[in-house]
């Protein structure tokens, strides 16, 4: 940890918390908390919702009553969530900042500074296979995919800062359980529909997003069922300047330095349109007052059609001919590049796909008076399929370009026409990715009579898990029965008119993609089909885990302590090859199995000082998978007069990311619907994976001789590398104020280092962790009153380390977006609605690291602009 963290730190724990907890006795004069504090866990789950504001109060008695370190978000009402996403509505909690996917919706979560995969998402406490119908399937995560879930299915957000022994081990940075609602716990014969129109001003496109959700139970209230279903269409569309292929180092002015210069300046257009269909269906059963029956099922379906289009002067193999170059801080930032026959470039991708999901989940309860016995198995399947179309192309031109101001921008030869590029690359990819998941459980929990400890919990749990994805690619033909050579006229006509909300684009052609796909099927491949390796693979893994917890309550002293042991068996598929030819002879199958187990002991403690202020400490060993991709068995490597001998490799053999983790907090509940809280949380982290080039002895058959021999392969490959630390710091503060206002903000702080390699520290280099944005911060202004209530919401993450790319780290800029909501009461049944999501329309950033990894303003890499949104709508209750 740094000196200026550390100093920071001390002060926090020296003054700012106990300067908080004296301040906090003012409040016991003036409030009596005595009725509130007598609130369990069941009472605040039924706690009557019906406004936003009296959603912040329940999830602050969620947080208030918990025994460990947790943040929720209820739902204002059944069917109402305060946001549109479930992401969205998670970005509201400190510590959690989230990410957007290309269409501009939030769809990852990252929690206190850790990478969206080193996180769990638990539906009703358990996981839920997940699959894509986007490109990035080719790059599966473990992360949990939030487009399957719509927020009006959601009754309450929890999100796990520290560990418990009886929730599920695979997490480092926190545990999100997103739980939907119990029909036993509802009214009766109660209904809701949601009607509303969401506008996407980029693509000016209105599409429909209806809702509903039924609840029934008998006169006996011994059994009911709960119907929910959603209906969401999307049209989005972003617009890019951009910088592709990264930044390359060359001596642009001839003066003996090295200077940095991009690999293709142009702009790019992502447009998608997408369609979900989600229902759940939940059974409750009681037949005596001490047994139930759960039965919770969610089927979900997406489809999803997107295309790419990107147009650039193509820098890379021009960049020796560049004059009147402009030089900052040893970038190039401006030159001009003389007429060049690979200098125009023009790519464009489709894709089109669904995935289908389905959760399943039998909860069996039986309860006497000092014991409870729950039993639990479920079964979830996910199936995704992408068909993907790319075509390349290239013209001969000059070009000139700049990077001033942080904005790509490039010029090129003005007589270009479409016919002048010819067709360079095309070929098709059917992609198919699916996941299952089954599980049983069995948890027994004891309560004592002691003056010291409340309950033990104990438990067992089995679950299989698998993973499978396959890539079968066909390249097409680049000249036509006569010899002649495709080009980019035959597929668009005019460039785009409305390029960045306007601008007219004079080299971003407008491709006709329903053209290309009916040439693609329509002609015979060039190659026959064949299985990409480097994208193929099957994955199961099967995890045991056994727990203990006892739960302790005395005087002003509750929490629980317990020890979470788990062993985790791996079999890895995949094919490999080692020939630079995809012969048959040279690929075979590959199969590698490990395994690896992991003691995971937690403590929380909660003391509470005073009637309203709540001193918190945990302390816990943690663990999270390595990302599937990592885990695949894959293997490929080429040999190249110029390049050498290189290959990449995944590592079944990885062990997880482990870290041990602290949290101290303390929470001043000044009235009901009110908090100040100060947390400080520190993660030292014992081992984290990272992409290393190593060297390694391969077989080779060279493809001209057909002689075997051993060479040395450079193999890019994931390894368990050096640890570090995380440490940082919440602010948390709630109040309702007078005549209808109230305020909601917070503030994270996030100092993360990583170890240095040796390699990293002879070449002056930073280590950086992914996905860590220093400073994180959001704030909400409410007013509610004689029907009318309104919002609004302002989010932001600071600068963030997502990928490298030849050597140079990869920064997402900082980025704070405004969002609006406003809601009208017309009857106690009628309720209008109207939002606006990034109201002030704001742009995202990328930027380039430079050579000791530490992101350079002058090495832009994208400016994305992801419009804004509306949606108009109405609830109506029944």
């Known amino acids: 940890m740094n000196m200026k963290f550390s100093t920071l730190s001390l002060a926090i724990k020296k003054s700012i918390i106990p300067t908080l907890i004296v301040s906090a006795s003012a409040s016991t004069l003036a409030a009596n908390d005595e009725d509130t504090k007598k609130l369990s866990k069941d009472d605040i789950e039924r706690i009557e919702v019906k406004s936003y504001a009296a959603s912040l109060e329940k999830s602050i008695n969620m947080k208030r009553f918990a025994n460990s370190v947790v943040d929720a978000v209820s739902a204002e009402d059944i069917g109402k969530f305060p946001d549109q996403t479930v992401a969205d509505a998670l970005q509201r909690i400190p510590g959690v900042q989230v990410e957007k996917d290309l269409g501009g919706e939030s769809d990852r979560v990252s929690i206190r500074g850790t990478a969206p995969h080193l996180n769990i998402t638990l539906l009703n406490g358990q996981s839920v296979a997940s699959a894509t119908a986007s490109a990035s399937i080719t790059r599966p995560s473990r992360g949990f995919n939030y487009s399957l879930l719509p927020a009006e299915l959601v009754d309450t957000l929890e999100v796990y800062k520290s560990a418990e022994a009886d929730i599920d081990e695979g997490s480092i940075g926190g545990t999100v359980v997103v739980k939907t609602r119990k029909p036993l716990n509802s009214e009766a014969n109660y209904a809701a529909l949601s009607v509303k129109a969401f506008h996407f001003e980029n693509a000016d496109e209105t599409k429909p997003y209806v809702s509903g959700l039924y609840s029934w139970k008998n006169e006996a209230s011994n059994f009911g069922l709960n119907l929910g279903f959603v209906h969401k269409e999307s049209a989005t569309q972003r617009d890019s300047k951009e910088v592709r292929f990264g930044y390359r180092s060359t001596d642009a002015n001839a003066d003996g330095n090295a200077e940095f210069y991009p690999g293709a300046v142009g702009y790019n257009r992502y447009a998608s349109d997408s369609e979900l269909d989600t229902a759940t269906a939940t059974f409750q059963y009681a037949p005596a007052d001490n047994l139930e029956i759960l039965f919770t099922n969610l089927y979900s379906k997406s489809s999803h059609q997107s295309f790419g289009t990107y147009s650039s ?26 007429t060049h026959n690979n200098l125009g470039y023009y790519g464009n991708a489709g894709y089109q796909g669904e995935f289908k999901t389905q959760a399943h989940d039998l909860k069996v309860t039986y309860e006497r008076d000092n ?64 996941s299952d998941e089954k599980y049983i459980q069995v948890d027994f929990e004891y309560k004592l009579d002691n003056e010291y400890f409340s309950a033990i919990k104990t438990g067992l749990k089995y679950r299989s898990h698998g993973k499978s994805a396959g890539l079968i690619k066909a390249n097409y033909p680049k000249k036509q029965t006569n010899g002649d050579v495709y080009n980019l006229g035959q597929f668009a006509t005019t460039t785009v008119s409305d390029f ?342 704001e742009e995202q950033r990328a930027i380039s690291g430079n050579n000791t990894g530490m992101a350079d303003s002058n090495r832009p890499l994208a400016i994305h602009d992801y419009g804004r949104r509306f949606l108009v709508g109405a609830q109506i209750k029944f």
């Open 371 to 434: 014991y409870t016995l729950t039993t639990q198995l479920g079964y979830s399947k996910a199936d995704g399929e992408v068909s993907d179309v790319y075509s390349e192309y290239y013209a001969n031109t000059d070009a000139s370009f700049s990077l001033n101001n942080g904005t790509p921008e490039v010029v090129l030869s003005p007589d270009l026409t479409p016919e002048d590029y010819r067709l360079d690359y095309n070929h098709k990819n059917d992609i198919t990715n699916d």
């Open 500 to 841: 960045l909300g306007g601008e007219n684009n004079a080299i971003l052609w407008d491709f006709d993609n329903s053209k290309y796909s009916d040439f693609i099927n329509s002609t015979t491949p060039s190659t026959a089909p064949y299985e990409h390796l480097d994208y193929t693979y099957d994955l199961e893994e099967k995890i045991t885990a056994a727990y203990v917890k006892a739960t302790f309550n005395f005087n002003k002293l509750r929490g629980n302590l317990g020890v979470r042991a788990v062993k985790t068996d791996l079999d890895s598929q995949s094919i490999q090859y080692t020939g630079r030819s995809f012969a048959p002879e040279n690929i075979e199958p590959i199969d590698i199995s490990s395994s690896y187990e992991d003691f995971l002991p937690s403590i929380n403690i909660n003391y509470d000082l005073m009637d309203d202020v709540i001193i918190r400490f945990a302390a816990a060993k943690v663990m999270s998978r390595p990302d599937y991709d990592f885990l695949s068995a894959r293997k490929s490597g080429y040999c190249s007069a110029a390049a050498g001998c290189r290959g990449t490799e995944g590592n079944p053999d990885l062990k997880p990311y482990r870290a041990t983790q602290y949290d101290l907090s303390g929470e001043w509940y000044f009235n009901e619907s009110s908090i100040l809280s100060l947390a400080y949380f520190y993660k030292e982290i014992d081992s984290y994976i990272t992409n290393t080039t190593v060297e390694k002895d391969w077989l080779w058959t060279d493809p001209e001789t057909g002689i075997e021999e051993q060479r040395l392969f450079l193999v890019t490959q994931p390894q368990n590398g050096l640890g570090g630390e995380n440490a940082g710091f919440e602010i948390n503060y709630t109040q309702k104020l007078g005549y209808g206002f109230g305020v909601q903000a917070n503030y994270t702080y996030s100092d993360a280092e990583l170890e240095q390699t040796p390699e990293q520290i002879a070449a002056g280099e930073e280590a950086v962790l992914p996905n860590n944005s220093e400073d994180t911060y959001n704030a909400t202004v409410y007013y509610e009153n004689n029907g009318l209530s309104a919002r609004v919401s302002y989010t932001y993450r600071s600068e963030y380390f997502y990928t490298t790319y030849l050597n140079l780290n990869q920064y997402k800029d900082g980025f704070g977006q405004y969002d609006l909501n406003i809601s009208y009461h017309v009857t106690d049944d009628i309720n209008l609605i109207f939002q606006a999501i990034n109201l002030t329309n």
């Open 313 to 338: 002067g193509f820098i890379l193999q021009n960049i020796a001919n560049i004059t009147d170059a402009a030089i900052t801080d040893g970038s190039v930032v401006s030159g001009y590049l003389p």
